[in-house]
């Protein structure tokens, strides 16, 4: 039997990274192995690494290594003082500016790794998201890491029952919302969907076709950064539900080329909020549980109000828990034929022009 301690890889690149589920969805949380980056805020160190070094997102997204229902985050340094670190977001198709269930894997991630001190039963410390600061506090009674907890940057409802026309289908009614991504939001029952995990594949493909009219027939742009894409994202809700504990729904978020979003979407709640509270269907403080498809859950409410540009907005603080599933050290080698991966139309639905083999 070989020993393979005793061969010499020829490695061109290593990473350490800690593989996570937040509520289900699949992430990783990148701690070393990454290029040096110039000085500047979370959204100019995201820029600059998506022109000069999105083969790292390919290498660790694309197969052999990866998948589109995964998402990576690259642990960078801040200049922020009040931040104990930067995140660049990315996924199958774009960097988000903010992403809720990659938040809760980062600070989880750093927590139970040391990489940020726990400081009693509640650990709170910020974190430097494309999107700007983000609160955390975290759940660490008794030196073990709960759920976290996040305050997000101000979301607003773009505009309400806006009318758009799907082809095959007429005349649909979407909310747009704002919540660190912006969304179409559509009432499942338009469809006759229950939103159960049978359901996947068509809720992706109609939630692709959706997004594309939507974005098409609703360009809109941030008040506050005309760099941020339009719509982006699909949300199928059901109805909410009014009980002692708050108020209920569920969701399945459409991610890009067309995958589930496993977990119930942190940005997707706050903009969900957004738009609950602008139709008058939510409080201040009022308790909001959003579902996945898989049934896993976040919380959320609203902790102030507030103005971005025009638009009435809301603060939101959503909580969930992430769980690591390994500590790899993943490594390129120099003959490997794919460093920067393949995609396959048997996985990956929706293919640009140029992604299906390794560039």
């Keep these: 039997m070989s020993n393979l301690s005793s061969y010499e890889i020829p490695i061109s690149s290593t990473f350490t990274a800690y593989d996570c589920h937040c509520e289900g969805d699949v992430e990783k949380v990148v701690v070393s192995g990454l290029p040096e980056l110039p000085t500047g805020t979370a959204f100019e160190k995201m820029k600059f690494f998506r022109k000069h070094h999105d083969n790292i997102r390919l290498f660790f997204l694309r197969e052999p290594r990866g998948s589109m229902i995964q998402?990576?985050?690259?642990?960078?340094?801040?200049?922020?003082?009040?931040?104990?670190?930067?995140?660049?977001?990315?996924?199958?198709?774009?960097y988000p500016e903010m992403s809720g269930g990659n938040t809760i894997s980062v600070a989880t991630t750093m927590l139970k790794t040391g990489m940020v001190p726990i400081t009693g039963p509640v650990t709170r410390f910020k974190l430097e998201a494309p999107a700007g600061l983000?609160?955390?506090?975290?759940?660490?009674?008794?030196?073990?890491?709960?759920?976290?907890?996040?305050?997000?940057q101000p979301a607003f409802a773009y505009c309400l029952n806006k009318t758009i026309q799907l082809p095959g289908f007429g005349e649909l009614i979407v909310d747009v919302g704002y919540g660190g991504m912006t969304y179409a939001i559509v009432d499942a029952q338009q469809f006759g969907f229950d939103l159960v995990a049978s359901e996947g594949r068509q809720?992706?493909?109609?939630?692709?076709?959706?997004?594309?009219?939507?974005?098409a027939q609703i360009p809109v742009s941030h008040p506050l950064n005309s760099e941020l894409p339009g719509i982006t994202q699909t949300m199928f809700v059901t109805p909410i539900k009014r009980s002692e504990q708050g108020v209920e729904s569920k969701n399945a978020v459409i991610v890009s080329p067309g995958r589930i979003d496993r977990c119930p979407c942190g940005t997707g709640t706050s903009a969900r909020l957004a738009v609950m509270h602008?139709?008058?269907?939510?409080?201040?403080?009022?308790?909001?549980?959003?579902?996945?498809?898989?049934?896993?859950?976040?919380?959320?409410?609203?902790?102030?109000?507030?103005k971005v540009g025009d638009y009435d907005a809301i603060i939101t603080a959503v909580s969930g828990?992430?769980?690591i599933t390994a500590k790899c050290a993943y490594i390129l080698e120099k003959d490997d034929p794919y460093p920067e991966g393949y995609a396959i139309t048997d996985t990956w639905p929706e293919?640009?022009?140029?992604?299906?083999?390794s560039s």
């Design 71 to 94: 998402s990576v985050n690259f642990i960078v340094p801040t200049e922020n003082p009040e931040a104990v670190a930067a995140y660049i977001i990315a996924e199958a198709e774009e």
């Design 278 to 306: 602008a139709k008058g269907e939510i409080g201040e403080g009022d308790r909001f549980t959003h579902k996945s498809l898989i049934d896993s859950t976040f919380t959320g409410e609203i902790v102030a109000t507030t």
């Design 321 to 323: 828990r992430t769980w």
């Design 134 to 152: 983000i609160g955390i506090e975290c759940d660490t009674a008794d030196g073990k890491v709960g759920a976290v907890r996040f305050i997000n």
């Design 203 to 215: 809720l992706s493909d109609l939630g692709q076709e959706i997004k594309a009219a939507a974005a």
């Design 351 to 357: 293919m640009k022009e140029g992604l299906y083999r």
